[in-house]
Structure formats: structure tokens, C-alpha cells
């Protein structure tokens, strides 16, 4: 037999079984909303490096930017942006807090009820039975990670969000699609569970 080809047909097998094994495949939204809520069962905090890119629809541009998140339950959520974009951002529940460039102008957003981190962090304490009132659910697996799609039923700023992650609660990647077209994608590095900062760590 001739080794050579022995060794492409070797090759051709491997590779069509990576294929396989990473292909993303449609799961049962309930199986997706389970797995996000095992995973973040036993999780009080989180902080982690980011990489965010953020599609204008307007501008027509992609900005990309480093930086860093902290979240604490149930309703905390920092994110901070380094220069030459810098911005900080904190969510409180449904009250989201910004301040952006050098000049440190400041904006305030109220978001519907339905999406506020609180609420949502609620949801996640008892086993699903069902989908939740006021979104529409899509969840798909590749490999061990899973990406569930939220799509809030109400109009708000949110159109969609997608978030990938593993079996053990660590995020992979954030993506929010906007109303008004724009797109902001985050994916995680360094992530780091449960090491009890306080209140003052997120400070706006």
C-alpha cells in the first residue's frame, strides 16, 4: 500500500471528524436556558479582559476596542474602555450609566423592565419548565459551548442577544444586536470567577 496516500486518507478522516465534532447544531431553547442557569449556579461574580468590536450602522465603520467587565449579583455590571476610546459604562438593574471621552460626558438610559439583570438573574434560580414570558428563545451547541439567542418580544434598545458559553458558567462572547442596526460583539479572555470584590470596585 502506498503510505503516502495512506496518510492523506488519514488526514481527510480527521478532518472531516474536527468538521463534524464543531459544527454548530440547533438545540431545544429550554436545553440552552438550562444549561446558562446550571452554569452560573454557584457563580457570585465574575471579571474578565475584553475585546469589543462595535459596528455603526451610520458610520458605516467598526471600531474595536480593549477593555475590562465586573459583575456581581444580582444586578451589577461594569465595563470599562481603554483609551484611545475610553468610555465606562455601569448597569444597575435597568438603569444603564455612561460616561465616554475625555471630556466624561455622561448619559442615562432606562431600559423596559423585562430587561433588567435583576430580573433575569431571578429566573435563573429554579429549573425552566418553559420559555419566559416576554422573549423568544433560539439556542444552538458546538462542541461544549453553547450560544443562546434572546429576542426581547417588546420594542427596546435590544433587538438580540446572543451569548456564548460553557457548561461551567465561563462567558465566551456577547453579542447585542441593536434596534437601530448597530452591533457590538465582546469576547471574553481571563476570565476569572468568584473572587468576592466589593460594591467600591465598581464604582461609576
Given at each position: 500500500?502506498?503510505?503516502?496516500?495512506?496518510?492523506?486518507?488519514?488526514?481527510?478522516?480527521?478532518?472531516?471528524?474536527?468538521?463534524?465534532?464543531?459544527?454548530?447544531?440547533?438545540?431545544d431553547?429550554?436545553?440552552?436556558?438550562?444549561?446558562?442557569?446550571?452554569?452560573?449556579?454557584?457563580?457570585?461574580?465574575?471579571?474578565?479582559?475584553?475585546?469589543?468590536e462595535?459596528?455603526l450602522?451610520?458610520?458605516?465603520?467598526?471600531?474595536?476596542?480593549?477593555?475590562?467587565?465586573?459583575?456581581?449579583?444580582?444586578?451589577?455590571?461594569?465595563?470599562?474602555?481603554?483609551?484611545?476610546?475610553?468610555?465606562?459604562?455601569?448597569?444597575?438593574?435597568?438603569?444603564?450609566?455612561?460616561?465616554?471621552?475625555?471630556?466624561?460626558?455622561?448619559?442615562?438610559?432606562?431600559?423596559?423592565?423585562?430587561?433588567?439583570?435583576?430580573?433575569?438573574?431571578?429566573?435563573?434560580?429554579?429549573?425552566f419548565?418553559?420559555?419566559?414570558?416576554?422573549?423568544?428563545?433560539?439556542?444552538?451547541?458546538?462542541?461544549?459551548?453553547?450560544?443562546?439567542?434572546?429576542?426581547?418580544?417588546?420594542?427596546?434598545?435590544?433587538?438580540?442577544?446572543?451569548?456564548?458559553?460553557?457548561?461551567?458558567?465561563?462567558?465566551?462572547?456577547?453579542?447585542?444586536?441593536?434596534?437601530?442596526?448597530?452591533?457590538?460583539?465582546?469576547?471574553?479572555?481571563?476570565?476569572?470567577?468568584?473572587?468576592?470584590?466589593?460594591?467600591?470596585?465598581?464604582?461609576?
Amino acid at each position: 500500500m502506498n503510505y503516502k496516500s495512506l496518510l492523506f486518507k488519514f488526514l481527510f478522516i480527521i478532518t472531516l471528524f474536527h468538521e463534524s465534532t464543531s459544527h454548530a447544531r440547533s438545540i431545544d431553547p429550554l436545553q440552552g436556558l438550562e444549561a446558562l442557569r446550571k452554569g452560573f449556579a454557584d457563580t457570585t461574580d465574575f471579571s474578565a479582559e475584553i475585546t469589543q468590536e462595535k459596528q455603526l450602522s451610520i458610520m458605516k465603520r467598526t471600531m474595536t476596542t480593549t477593555g475590562a467587565v465586573r459583575f456581581k449579583k444580582p444586578d451589577i455590571f461594569f465595563m470599562e474602555i481603554k483609551p484611545p476610546y475610553s468610555s465606562r459604562l455601569l448597569l444597575r438593574d435597568n438603569i444603564i450609566e455612561q460616561s465616554n471621552g475625555k471630556d466624561n460626558n455622561k448619559n442615562r438610559i432606562v431600559l423596559p423592565p423585562e430587561q433588567s439583570l435583576k430580573q433575569w438573574f431571578s429566573k435563573l434560580t429554579t429549573p425552566f419548565t418553559k420559555i419566559p414570558d416576554g422573549v423568544d428563545l433560539r439556542a444552538d451547541l458546538t462542541a461544549s459551548n453553547y450560544t443562546l439567542y434572546i429576542l426581547p418580544l417588546k420594542k427596546g434598545m435590544v433587538k438580540e442577544l446572543a451569548i456564548t458559553f460553557q457548561t461551567d458558567g465561563i462567558i465566551k462572547k456577547i453579542v447585542i444586536n441593536e434596534q437601530n442596526g448597530d452591533k457590538t460583539t465582546m469576547t471574553f479572555s481571563k476570565f476569572r470567577k468568584n473572587t468576592g470584590f466589593s460594591e467600591n470596585d465598581l464604582n461609576f
